[in-house]
């Protein structure tokens, strides 16, 4: 090993750093599989049926052709296929579902 590439010698030029480690990305707290997401075109009139899965002591995940509405009939953008809409009432989100029954510990009756 040449002087020039021993750490210890003050004269070593400094290479690139080290690539970092990629950081992973945080599973989605939306249920119990993963589903494939199709897109926001697949919700909204697709032709599927509309499919709802109670989560044990979690949200709801709505999958297939559906339309979220606010109270006043106005349309929800949902930015996805699936969604998880909160049950618990906790969610900074709502109606999506956030992972806050997690921290409420919220328990379906």
Do not use: Q
């Amino acid at each position: 090993m040449s002087a020039a590439h021993r750490p210890e010698d003050a004269r070593a030029v400094p290479g690139p750093a080290p690539a970092a480690e990629p950081v992973p990305e945080p599973a989605p707290v939306t249920g119990p599989a993963s589903v494939p997401d199709p897109g926001p075109a697949a919700a909204a009139g697709s032709g599927a049926a509309a499919s709802i899965t109670v989560c044990p002591d979690g949200p709801l995940l709505v999958r297939g052709g559906y339309e979220l509405l606010d109270g006043d009939d106005r349309p929800i953008d949902p930015g996805r296929a699936t969604v998880a809409l909160c049950r618990c009432g906790a969610s900074s989100i709502k109606p999506f579902c956030d992972g806050s029954h997690k921290r409420a510990r919220f328990r379906a009756r």
